[in-house]
């Protein structure tokens, strides 16, 4: 992942919820020096601290992800029955999956996997 985008997107957010970076900081119990470093990209960004971020500005680790991927084309697939079989819907789903998976950071891994483990039977 990269930091200083990440660090963009989390003060974006938090400007969209008004929040000021003291405050916001308080809020998820971090201090502010730190908080002001992972927004300018100048300090490492864990899951668990992302975690932390997400949950005090309302939002989930995939509308991260996503947002700061730039992938937002998975949430708009769309298929047409007539036009396409399940099988090759599936293997378009499964290639782009796959693509997708292969392009993220361990952490990033980390991430999808937790937040898939409860639907995994």
């Known amino acids: 992942m990269d930091n200083l985008i990440a660090g963009k997107l989390i003060k974006e ?3 969209e919820k008004n929040f000021k970076l003291i405050e916001f900081a308080k809020k998820i119990n971090m201090a502010q020096s730190s908080l002001s470093r992972i927004e300018n990209g100048t300090q490492e960004l864990s899951i668990s601290v992302l975690t932390n971020i997400c949950d005090g500005l309302n939002i989930s680790l995939s509308e991260f992800f996503l947002k700061l991927e730039g992938k937002k084309e998975f949430l708009d697939i769309t298929v047409e029955s007539s036009k396409t079989s399940p099988v090759e819907i599936n293997g378009d789903l499964d290639s782009l999956l796959y ?23």
């Open 13 to 15: 957010y938090r400007k």
């Open 99 to 121: 693509s997708a998976i292969s392009s993220l950071t361990p952490d990033q891994k980390r991430g999808l996997y937790i937040l898939l483990f409860p639907f995994i039977k």
